[in-house]
């Protein structure tokens, strides 16, 4: 254990021992805010933009993100569908959810009573977001698919990169322990 | 170099993993986040164990079974992860076929390898080692989502190319055994508490607030 000085600006502190990233400030919050509703924005098209058009031989295929995890669940490999929806698209939607449920109401100056619950689901959520998995894995099923047919890339896919990415910069901008400062509210 | 830092049980303290508040060690709930406050993770080393003994059951199918089977008018072609693997450098995609392999063979068993590691750290008290195996934890914490690439390949082709009679693809066994592999070992690295390497001698009883038993670091 180590005493940490606290500094108002934004430094960061590292473990004696093992030099591990012990704390650094987060980005305001107004900005956070703006990125998790812009993430959100982006997920609204996801859902029924097609993220590539297949041709083989004439025969015409589009899909998007859900519908190819429909016909996983049709096949009757529920727990594939249900885990890879999860974790490639809604937890991500849920964590973005879940921070603007904290983040809102301490912006305008007042600490509702769920912080702790909302904090809690997005603490155990953070492993589980494996959305930056499931973008390299639509590339490499396009490059799969390439050798079977004319392919076109709708734009779902450029969404789903958009998404990625705001997704990420908010989730690296939030830091939830800041929400526990006295000082939260002026954020 | 002299030590700069002293253990939580000289200082009476235990942090709540949730949102690091500090509290004397008596404390059992979180009174900030609401969430039970351990001094180490309750159980972790056999919780741990038994993960990763699962997950290596689970390889077994996961590397035998075919993980998609492709039908078309050519006919039936199942494929195991290996296969996919072969099948993109065969086809000068070597770098798909290295991210492949990186992702489904060499991450799993590297995560395994390293669990087994660390959880002979921490029974035989190898305390100069914990450093490294400290690394070592915080490279499979990282990169072990990046397993399910392959089950989220699987599940894309199977919802995209599906053309009645021409072509249809669909899943195979062995991407069922392989997500649960993933999923345990995952599992079994979040339930592993890393601080145990560092500690003197292994609590038997993590839960009881005792100061004798467990040395000062």
């Known amino acids: ?187 | 170099m002299k030590m700069r830092w002293i253990t939580d049980i000289e200082a009476d303290r235990q942090l709540c993993l949730h949102c690091r508040k500090l509290h004397p060690l008596t404390v059992r709930v979180c009174d900030r986040c609401g969430e039970p406050v351990h001094q180490r993770i309750p159980h972790s080393i056999p919780v741990t164990w038994s993960l990763t003994v699962a997950a290596i059951i689970f390889l077994v199918p996961a590397n035998l079974l075919p993980m998609m089977i492709v039908k078309s008018i050519a006919g039936e072609d199942a494929g195991t992860i290996m296969d996919g693997v072969i099948y993109f450098l065969e086809h000068g995609e070597a770098g798909i076929g290295i991210v492949i392999f990186t992702a489904s063979i060499f991450v799993p068993f590297f995560k395994l390898t390293v669990l087994f590691y660390l959880l002979l750290i921490v029974h035989f008290g190898w305390r100069r080692r914990a450093l490294f195996g400290l690394k070592l934890y915080r490279i499979i914490h990282f990169i072990g989502k990046w397993s399910m690439l392959d089950i989220f390949v699987v599940a894309l082709m199977v919802g995209i190319v599906q053309f009645k009679n021409l072509a249809t693809i669909v899943t195979g066994p062995a991407a069922i055994a392989f997500m649960l592999a993933v999923l345990m070992t995952m599992f079994a690295t979040e339930h592993f508490d890393p601080r145990l390497m560092f500690d003197k001698e292994i609590s038997k009883k993590p839960e009881t607030k005792q100061h004798e038993g467990i040395d000062h670091g």
């Open chain 1, 1 to 187: 254990m180590v005493a940490l000085p606290l500094h108002p600006t934004s430094s960061q502190y590292r473990c004696p021992r093992c030099h591990a990233l012990l704390y650094r400030r987060g980005q305001p919050f107004r900005y956070i805010i703006v990125m998790a509703v812009t993430t959100l924005a982006l997920f609204v098209p996801l859902t029924f933009l097609p993220i590539l058009d297949l041709d083989i031989m004439g025969l015409k295929a589009q899909s998007t993100l859900f519908e190819a995890l429909w016909m996983v669940y049709k096949d009757g490999y529920y727990l594939i569908a249900f885990v890879s929806m999860m974790t490639g698209l809604l937890i991500p939607v849920i964590m973005m959810v879940l921070l603007l449920l904290m983040l809102v109401p301490l912006h305008f100056g007042y600490r509702p009573r769920g912080v702790a619950l909302w904090f809690r689901l997005y603490e155990k959520m953070r492993e589980w977001g494996m959305a930056e998995v499931y973008l390299i894995a639509v590339i490499v099923a396009i490059i799969k698919l390439l050798g079977m047919g004319t392919l076109h890339i709708g734009p779902g896919f450029v969404l789903f990169i958009f998404f990625f990415l705001t997704f990420y910069i908010t989730t690296v901008w939030f830091n939830p322990e800041d929400i526990w400062y006295e000082d939260a509210m002026d954020y």
